[in-house]
């Protein structure tokens, strides 16, 4: 079973979100909106298919990186979540939440061993539309 298929996204606590986006926008020519930034890419074994990458900055006191103590977290794109964590529960990890799904995907959050937090998401089919149309 592939498990990780790729980097889903890079998200840092930051002690001023909102500069720190003004930063890489005007130093490092990131186009950022409150979320952050979204770099798009077609996928290398199926270049009809596009994927996405988030970086983003959050705010030191978020509560979305718990329970890591940790100021990052990093997303994991898989395939078959469902079936990931089931072998996940099998060796033990540590599963943090339930699987939540929105439109653009499902998501749970597990723990490695030094207890950082790790989003695992398993992204909607993101062809691309004028492959689909035409």
């Not at 996204?9 to 005007?26: H, I, L, R, S, T």
């Not at 998501?107 to 909607?124: M, S």
């Amino acid at each position: 079973m592939k498990k990780v298929t790729g980097l889903g996204g890079v998200f840092f606590k930051a002690d001023d979100p909102k500069a720190m986006n003004e930063w890489y926008a005007k130093n490092l020519g990131l186009t950022t909106s409150e979320y952050g930034t979204t770099f798009d890419w077609r996928q290398a074994n199926d270049p009809s298919k596009k994927g996405s990458t988030s970086w983003c900055a959050f705010p030191k006191d978020t509560q979305y990186f718990n329970p890591s103590t940790k100021p990052f977290m990093i997303n994991y794109r898989v395939e078959n979540l469902v079936a990931l964590v089931d072998e996940l529960k099998k060796e033990n990890v540590t599963i943090v939440d339930e699987i939540a799904e929105y439109d653009y995907g499902k998501f749970v959050h597990v723990l490695d061993p030094e207890g950082n937090v790790i989003e695992l998401w398993e992204p909607k089919d993101e062809a691309d539309e004028d492959s689909v149309a035409g």
